[in-house]
């Protein structure tokens, strides 16, 4: 049984398929046939290995096929590139030489062009380089303003001015030089180039590969420090309200915070209120919205919290401190309800102006 390669496997449609097969039986006389059968398996041989592509015949058989780039052998391509780029043998640095082929003749027509730039480099570098006239960037006169916003630059007789197109990628000059004006460099324009990095982020956050276990070192302590508040600051408004009548018709003073007497300090006992200079981070935290206002010696706010919230430790009064606050020291105030009482305020010997009154 006689078999022929299918022709259709190669086929691109580009032109009718021969569909000639080679003749033996038919073609040698009936005595040949029946007398040297050796003769006709040897010819039928001969004939099936002309019909592969490795014959040495090939080559006759796809004559047709010479010009044609795309269907034409791979051996003959480097003639194709002489014939096109006048001997230059610029096609055996690319990886895929036919396609090079192909487009230099699509490249040298609408060389000079925008279009050609970008096609140039995605064929030759698959690269998407940024072509940057830079005839925009130059100053001109009563219309471009001064300062490094603007981005504007004098002419000269280099990349600032008419003639001249600059070509941003991640490739070196020295690359692409020498093909480059072969094939789409406008001429009389000057060529200038700026490497420029870009990096790539993948986006695709549920398929990242696992990081595994962090292993952090342990910690050494080299030194403690302590915050103080400056020496000297230790004042605290005293918060009161008068609202209490006691055995001898009188009223007495009924503090929020018990801040103690001059006898007592620095330990007046009962439900005490802290020194600034001995509270913790979270307690000034909570009292003070910055370290400046907590270092101002004015400023201790009781009644509001650090998120401006007047109502944020549950006191009663809504007013804030560091708004209205008088200090008088050394001042004397007689409490008929006691007189033992002398001096009264808190540990600095201070006193309010509603305790004064």
Known sequence: ??????????????????????????????????????????????????????????LLNELFLTKDITQTDIDLLSFV??????????????????????????????????????????????????????????????????GPSSQRYITDDKLYQ?????????????????????????????LGSQVQLEGVVDLDIENQPFPGTLDIPPQEVEGIATMRHPDGYAQHTALFDYFDTNLGGGTDMKF???LGSTTTYPNPGGNDMKDVADKSIG????????????????????????NADSSGIGLSSLETIDQEQFTWKNVEREDTDNPAVGITGDSDSEITLDELL
């Open 162 to 190: 008419t003639y001249a197109i600059q070509i941003k990628s991640e490739l070196s000059i020295s690359e692409w030089r020498s093909i480059y004006k072969l094939f789409v460099h406008p001429a009389g324009m000057y």
């Open 1 to 58: 049984m006689t078999t022929h390669l299918d022709k259709t496997f190669t086929d691109l449609g580009r032109r009718e398929i021969n569909l000639r097969h080679y003749k033996v039986e038919e073609v040698l006389p009936d005595h040949i046939v029946e007398s040297y059968p050796t003769f006709v398996k040897l010819l039928k041989a001969y004939y099936s290995f002309e019909d592969q592509d490795t014959s040495p015949t090939n």
């Open 283 to 306: 307690e000034l935290h909570n009292l003070y919205q910055t370290m400046t206002e907590y270092l101002e010696p004015n400023s201790p706010t009781f009644d509001i919290d650090h």
């Open 256 to 258: 929020r915070m018990n």
């Open 81 to 146: 590139e002489d014939e096109l780029l006048l001997g230059q043998s610029y096609f055996e640095g690319f990886p895929d030489k036919r396609e090079a082929a192909k487009y230099s003749n699509t490249l040298y027509k609408s060389k000079g062009t925008k279009y050609s730039i970008q096609q140039f480099f995605r064929t030759f570098f698959n690269i998407d380089p940024d072509v940057v006239y830079t005839k925009k960037n130059v100053f001109n006169l009563n219309e471009s303003e001064i």
